[in-house]
């Protein structure tokens, strides 16, 4: 059974910075992807990166391209994410999740909260203006 377990949020300035991390455990994960999605109050949760195990090929909403940067820790088993520039609209509870198939999706399926099995408790993000 994958567990997954994240820190790392808080309270933030706008235009300062943190670092999620997401440790994994209970698979070998090589062939797998990891995301991050996040949910603001009110609204459905949302993709913002990804990453696959093996290649480290990355992926990115819109959104967050240039300001946000997934990467993982082979040793550690640990996913980041690095969140810099952040925005008030960034406020949100950040879930890290497992895909054990990710190493076979394409761009449009690593984006999709439906492809992933294991989720995290969350970890809440807010950015004061």
């Known amino acids: 059974q994958v567990q997954l377990v994240e820190s790392g949020g808080g309270l933030v300035q706008a235009g300062g910075s943190l670092r999620l991390s997401c440790v994994a455990s209970?698979?070998?994960?090589?062939?797998?992807?990891m995301g991050w999605f996040r949910q603001a109050p009110g609204k459905e949760r949302e993709f913002v990166a990804a990453i696959k195990w093996s290649l480290g090929r990355t992926y990115y909403a819109d959104s967050v391209k240039g300001r946000f940067t997934i990467s993982r820790d082979n040793a550690d088993n640990t996913v980041y994410l690095q969140m810099n520039s952040l925005k008030p609209e960034d406020t949100a509870v950040y879930y890290c999740?497992?895909?054990?198939?990710?190493?076979?999706?394409?761009?449009?399926?690593?984006?999709?909260?439906?492809?992933?099995?294991?989720w995290g408790q969350g970890t809440e993000v807010t950015v004061s203006s």
């Open positions: 209970g698979r070998t994960f090589s062939n797998y992807a």
């Open positions: 999740a497992a895909n054990s198939l990710g190493a076979y999706s394409d761009s449009s399926r690593t984006s999709s909260a439906y492809a992933y099995e294991s």
